[in-house]
Each structure stands twice: as structure tokens, then as C-alpha cells.
């Protein structure tokens, strides 16, 4: 990571909701109200498709992780399903973002690093929205595009956060706050098509 700690992944997972495209005239057009659980080990889950009225697109927004209608429905299926790991049963709420794994830097029994992103109350809320501009020489042209998520983002962006201080965040509160902000910016537009 940023700080020379060596890691290992063992889980890199997290959910996008409320997919918009905003045109050159800077309107907005919700294309998805839908919830995708983005997996690193799912290759299948890393694509989403969508139908798009809109024909010059200048960005891309969306909310990284779960409304709170969605927190506060109970036990859901599809993405939202408990069994997929991201449901935080002691809160009645999800984890929006989790990165696991391994790390010498790490304190913890096994040198285990676990990093569970949640919570939608007033004063925890850890959804983040997220806004990419496409390159203005790009955003007339594509049919498709890749965003790429930089897990370096989640230690060193606004906050420096050090496995060998902090190998543990799975509660809300203000340390997942911070993480939360900084992974808020781990996404680039890549590539198109």
C-alpha cells in the first residue's frame, strides 16, 4: 500500500445504487435504482449494463453503497441478500464496502486486516456519492466504459489510515467515516468503447 505495508486480498467487495448519466446540458437521468454488488472475485459482477437514453454523456454518478430505505427493509434478496456476506446482523444494516486480508503491519491474530464499511444513521452515514466526468475527447463516442477502483485509495487519499495503527474497522462511527471518504475517490474512468 501507500505506506510500503506489504498486503494480501483476500475480499474486495462493494455495492453501487442509484446509477445516473448526466448530458453536455448537465441534466441528470437515473438509468438504475437497482443494487449491484461488485466483487472482485466475480468477475461477472465487475460488468453492469444498462439501457441509456442519454446520447452525449459527460458523466457518471452513483451512490456507493445502500440507501437507507434499503437498510431499513430487512433481510432482502439478489444483491442485497445476507448470504453474500454484507449484511451486519448487530445493526439491521449493510456493510457497503469490505476489504480483507492479510498484512505483516498487522496486530491482529493471524496479521488479519478487515475493513466492514457501513452505516446510513444521521452522523454515520457512509454512503458516498460519486460523480466521474468522462474525457471530454471520449464522451460523445462510447457505447460502453470501464471504471477501475485503486484499492491504494482506501489508505492513503484524505486520511492516512496505517494497518500497523488500525488493522480493524467493523463498526460505524468516525474511523469508517474516514475510510469512507477516502475510498469515495478509488474510481477513474479507464477506458471506453
Known sequence: NPFGENITI??????????????????????SDATFLIDEANAASKVVKLFSPV????????LLGVDSIRNISGVQTGALDPMNG?????????????LEGNSDSSHAPAHYFAYHIGGYKQGENATRK???????????????????A????????????????????????????????????????????
Not at 17 to 31: E, G, H, P, W
Not at 86 to 98: D, E, H, L, S
Not at 158 to 181: M, Y
Request: net charge positive.
Open 10 to 31: 483476500s475480499h474486495f467487495k462493494y455495492y453501487v445504487s442509484n446509477i445516473v448519466l448526466i448530458d453536455n446540458n448537465d441534466q441528470s437521468f437515473l438509468v
Open 55 to 62: 446520447k452525449n454523456i459527460k458523466a457518471i454518478g452513483f
Open 86 to 98: 454484507m449484511f451486519w446482523t448487530w445493526n439491521t444494516g449493510y456493510i457497503y464496502a469490505k
Open 130 to 148: 460519486i460523480t466521474l466526468r468522462l474525457p471530454a475527447s471520449l464522451s460523445n463516442k462510447q457505447s460502453a466504459f470501464t471504471i477501475t
Open 150 to 193: 485503486n484499492i491504494d485509495q482506501w489508505f492513503k487519499s484524505k486520511n492516512d489510515i496505517r494497518i500497523a495503527q488500525v488493522p480493524v474497522c467493523e463498526s460505524t462511527g468516525v474511523l469508517a467515516l474516514k475510510i469512507a471518504d477516502n475510498y469515495s475517490t478509488m474510481f477513474t474512468i479507464t477506458d471506453t468503447k
